[in-house]
């Protein structure tokens, strides 16, 4: 296997990359909400903590019962067992990417995980 | 601890988000390079794998040797081992996402880790 993989991602409702890009640490998605739209069901996880980032629009997020807003530049982490759901705004579209990572699996990192 | 976290990203040579999101599965990092700069030196990783994520601009990585045109759009898994820089374009900035998670380390992710 290349020790890259590239992809060039194209507007759509949801774009996932673990199997496109062979991600082994991660989960990615890309995901556009209409405005007025959202989506249609709560959830939580199992062992994941999730990183949501706004790209473009606003929006919320309803977490354990707490509306939060969001706005483009935004970035949030959500513990597994939070239940959240998402709403674009009614005026506006929301795209935002969520980051499934597992939970305390990050070891080292930059300055104790890098060699330059 | 609140089960959720936010953080707004204004601009900035590099914005990094685990403490300030008290992240535990990765270190995500904003980064953004005018036009004709470039990251000064080449890096490698000991076992975390990068996700990189071109949020605006246009520019290229050299990985083990090999140049990589990256434009807004695109994303691009890298293999710890690989050797790699980053640089904007001689005419356009690059701003991009750097996602470290440890390679090997997500278990099960979407349907198999979420709960409805």
Redesign the interface.
């Known amino acids: 296997?290349n020790?890259?993989?590239?992809?060039?991602?194209?507007e759509g409702a949801r774009t996932?990359?673990?199997g496109v890009?062979?991600?082994?640490?991660?989960?990615?998605?890309i995901n556009s909400l209409p405005a007025g739209a959202s989506v249609p069901?709560?959830?939580?996880?199992?062992?994941?903590?999730e990183?949501y980032?706004v790209?473009e629009g606003e929006g919320s997020?309803v977490?354990?019962g707490e509306s939060?807003k969001?706005?483009a530049?935004?970035?949030?982490?959500?513990?597994p067992?939070?239940k959240?759901r998402f709403f674009a705004s009614e005026t506006t579209g929301l795209k935002y990417?969520c980051?499934?990572?597992?939970?305390?699996?990050?070891?080292?990192?930059?300055t104790t995980?890098?060699?330059?």
Chains 1, 2 share one sequence.
């Not at 890009?21 to 998605?29: F, M, P, R």
């Not at 069901?41 to 903590?49: A, G, L, Y």
């Not at 530049?73 to 513990?79: E, F, K, L, P, T």
């Open positions: 296997m020790n890259y993989k590239t992809v060039s991602v194209a996932e990359l673990h890009l062979n991600l082994t640490g991660a989960e990615i998605s069901f709560v959830h939580s996880h199992k062992q994941n903590e990183i980032a790209l997020a977490i354990d939060v969001l706005k530049g935004d970035w949030m982490r959500v513990s067992s939070a959240r990417v980051i499934q990572v597992k939970e305390n699996s990050l070891e080292g990192y930059t995980d890098a060699v330059v």
